[in-house]
């Protein structure tokens, strides 16, 4: 499944995952965001990311300090595996496969959740 992964910021390490179906994911400064980043630098709503048929495409939204993938600024781009995007001071690896959840990390169903 297709990921950020926080390589620096407040939570370098943090895997952030994409949506399956095709929704639209917002990165900045506003609280209820996707990914909500703390930096002066990053716009109230800087970047989205959405889904194509060809993939997952980055977008700036008119930002002041620009959206970065490997150090070209873009407005828009399709993303590769290992691609590099920042957003402000905050830098994320971008990666087409996670590793497969493990049985302690898949939430349990309601029917398994039920008392008999």
């Known amino acids: 499944m297709p990921s950020l992964v926080m390589k620096t910021g407040a939570e370098p ?5 994409l949506p399956a179906e095709g ?4 990165i900045g400064r506003l609280p209820g965001l996707w990914i909500t980043l703390v930096d002066a630098k990053v716009s109230r ?4 990311l959405f889904r194509q048929s060809t993939g997952w495409v980055v977008e700036d939204l008119g930002s002041r300090n620009g959206t970065y993938v490997n150090t070209q600024r873009i407005k828009k781009r399709l993303l590769q595996p290992k691609d590099r995007l920042r957003v402000g001071q905050t830098e994320f690896d971008y990666g087409n496969e996670s590793a497969p959840p493990g049985p ?3 939430l349990p169903t309601l029917r398994s959740t039920r008392k008999k």
């Open 45 to 48: 709503e800087h970047c989205r």
């Open 13 to 17: 390490g943090r895997e952030f995952l």
């Open 104 to 106: 302690g990390d898949v």
């Open 23 to 26: 929704a639209e994911v917002k």
